[in-house]
């Protein structure tokens, strides 16, 4: 999305969806939670020193997703992801 391709964005989301749509429960889990914009917030509050290096590589995305007034619900893997995190992790997202 970075580099302004949306389909780049979605077919790596896509690989991750399907592996952890497999996973076992616990790892799907902490994947459904990891992707919940709650959860980076909740770091970046924290300023948990181990979320900075992930923070550094999702700035041109974020930056992007300001920027460009795209939708990330235009993704249709975005969907999938919301989908799989209402399922695993209900309304405590």
Same mark, same amino acid.
């Given at each position: ?31 459904? #939670? ?5 959860? +980076? !917030?909740?770091?970046?509050? %924290?300023?948990? @020193?181990?979320?900075?290096? *992930?923070?550094? #590589? ?5 930056? +992007? !997703?300001?920027?460009?007034? %795209?939708?990330? @619900?235009?993704?249709?893997? *975005? ?15």
């Amino acid at each position: 999305m970075k580099d302004g391709n949306p389909d780049e964005a979605n077919d790596i989301l896509g690989k991750y969806l399907d592996y952890y749509v497999d996973a076992d429960s616990l790892e799907k889990s902490e994947f459904c #939670k990891a992707s919940t914009e709650s959860h +980076w !917030y909740e770091m970046m509050k %924290e300023g948990n @020193s181990e979320w900075m290096p *992930f923070l550094e #590589k999702m700035k041109p995305i974020i930056q +992007w !997703y300001m920027e460009s007034g %795209e939708s990330l @619900s235009a993704l249709s893997n *975005f969907n999938r992801l919301r989908t799989l995190q209402s399922e695993v992790l209900g309304n405590d997202r």
